[in-house]
């Protein structure tokens, strides 16, 4: 199976911060990665998908880049609503795999 | 609008089974993969099954091959998960999600999630 580390596995931040978070696979994956984030109690919303791709309705401040087996999503003016966790997920071979999660908090 | 809402969840005994629902409207569905995505209480996602649009081809992760079965209902907009043997580890919100194809298969719409507790 290809496992995803995902890093820092928590951040402090504060409003208006830029902040990066760091995906890396465990074998190549070409640009099959989608990134989720996750409120507590709701389901998991996809921000980015194809590496780097922004989803539809999903604000600008975020972007993601990379290919192989690193990457990276950044959030570059953190906002109230970004704090949650933020999970990268590989699409290149079953079975499909998440990241351990990177959970944003206020500092 | 897009919508999937699960169904079925609850308290089971190790053992036993049970079986998901979930009911897709605002988009044809047969015209998607669809996947079970879990996640156990306090912990990270992980990803359970697909089925491919007209159910011919399923994968599954590894700790449920042989004992979760995905299906769906293509006439009825549904989905399921039966889940038998169940396990302690089992225990998680299930969601149901779209799987769409861009250069993988992201899944872009979740359900709200059900509720499986193993327990005796």
């Known amino acids: 199976d290809i496992q995803l580390t995902q890093s820092p596995s928590f951040l402090s931040a504060s409003i208006g911060d830029g902040v990066t978070i760091t995906c890396r696979a465990s074998q190549g994956i070409s640009s099959y990665l989608a990134w989720y984030q996750q409120k507590p109690g709701k389901a998991p919303n996809l921000l980015i998908y194809a590496a780097s791709a922004l989803q539809s309705g999903v604000p600008s401040r975020f972007s993601a880049s990379g290919s192989g087996t690193e990457f990276i999503l950044t959030i570059s003016s953190l906002q109230p609503e970004d704090f949650a966790t933020y999970y990268c997920?590989?699409?290149?071979?079953?079975?499909?795999?998440f990241g351990g999660g990177t959970k944003v908090e206020i500092k | 609008e897009v919508q999937l809402v699960e169904s079925g969840g609850g308290l089971v005994q190790p053992g036993g089974s049970l079986r998901l629902s979930c009911a897709a409207s605002?988009?044809?569905?047969?015209?998607?993969?669809m996947s079970w995505v879990r996640q156990a209480p306090g912990k990270g996602l992980e990803w359970v099954a697909n089925?491919?649009?007209?159910?011919?081809?399923?994968f599954y992760v590894d700790s449920v091959k042989g004992r979760f079965t995905i299906s769906r209902d293509n006439a009825k907009n549904s989905l399921f998960l039966q889940m038998n043997s169940l396990r302690a580890e089992d225990t998680a919100v299930y969601y149901c999600a779209r799987d769409r194809q861009s250069s993988g298969y992201e899944h872009d719409y979740w359900g709200q999630g059900t509720l499986v507790t193993i327990s005796s």
């Open positions: 997920q590989q699409l290149n071979r079953y079975p499909l795999t």
């Open positions: 605002g988009f044809t569905f047969n015209n998607y993969w």
């Open positions: 089925i491919k649009q007209d159910g011919s081809g399923m």
